[in-house]
């Protein structure tokens, strides 16, 4: 079994600051992890995603996350915020057999940013 | 760059009716996905299919729900007999083979009245 908690539903922020949204995971097997984007009106993009190679990972718009196992996070970061950052992120976890990667996704933080 | 496209954005239907929801994933991919997001709740996964069959399903996905793949370029969800608690945002995704993620679409507004 998998699960995903997203440890805060909305995360507010100046533009220029840090942006910390935070992941914890639970697999029963090595797991693979990414974080998604939604914009409103938009699908669900890609931001980058951890597959047991390097802890850190470096995603899209200048996201990254690190993996911590002993921790079970998966916590998305950025130096300084960007108005267009404002969305939803989605932590996901996958689970990969011959029927493909059933994703398990966590509940959402919404980012807000202010000018 | 290749994307999954989802058709209509929005869809309003009758409670009791059928609802066909259509999605083209990306042309070289092999495994298909329908997941739904009901208001404010998280999103969740239907069914995976692969190689002309279910290759997963839900809890979720009970008998009123099915899925085809009835050409070589769309797949379609389709509810037999909507019911309230089905309205939701319905996403499509593709993965090729060997990939740990998948590819969504825009996603499917679906408002049952």
């Known amino acids: 079994a998998q699960s995903v908690t997203q440890l805060d539903s909305h995360v507010s922020v100046s533009e220029g600051t840090p942006v910390l949204l935070r992941c914890n995971y639970s697999s029963s097997y090595s797991p693979s992890l990414f974080w998604y984007v939604q914009h409103p009106n938009k699908g669900l993009q890609l931001l980058l995603k951890y597959t047991s190679a390097a802890t850190l990972v470096k995603g899209i718009n200048g996201f990254e996350a690190e993996f911590k196992k002993s921790e079970t996070s998966f916590h998305l970061t950025k130096p300084s915020a960007h108005m267009s950052d404002a969305a939803e992120y989605f932590c996901?976890?996958?689970?990969?057999?011959?029927?493909?990667?059933?994703?398990?996704f966590g509940g959402g933080t919404r980012l807000m940013v202010k000018p | 760059e290749p994307e999954v496209t989802q058709t209509p954005s929005h869809q309003v239907t009758q409670m009791g009716q059928e609802v066909i929801l259509r999605c083209v994933p990306i042309s070289n991919h092999l495994y298909f996905y329908w997941y739904r997001q009901i208001l404010g709740q998280k999103v969740e996964f239907l069914v995976s299919?692969?190689?002309?069959?279910?290759?997963?399903k839900s809890e979720i996905f009970d008998d009123q729900f099915s899925v085809e793949r009835p050409d070589g370029s769309n797949f379609t969800l389709k509810i037999r007999s909507t019911k309230l608690e089905d309205s939701a945002m319905y996403f499509c995704?593709?993965?090729?083979?060997?990939?740990?993620?998948?590819?969504f679409g825009q996603g499917t507004r679906l408002t049952v009245v």
């Open positions: 299919f692969y190689n002309n069959e279910i290759s997963e």
């Open positions: 995704a593709s993965s090729p083979q060997g990939a740990t993620e998948a590819f």
């Open positions: 996901v976890v996958s689970r990969i057999n011959n029927a493909g990667n059933m994703l398990t």
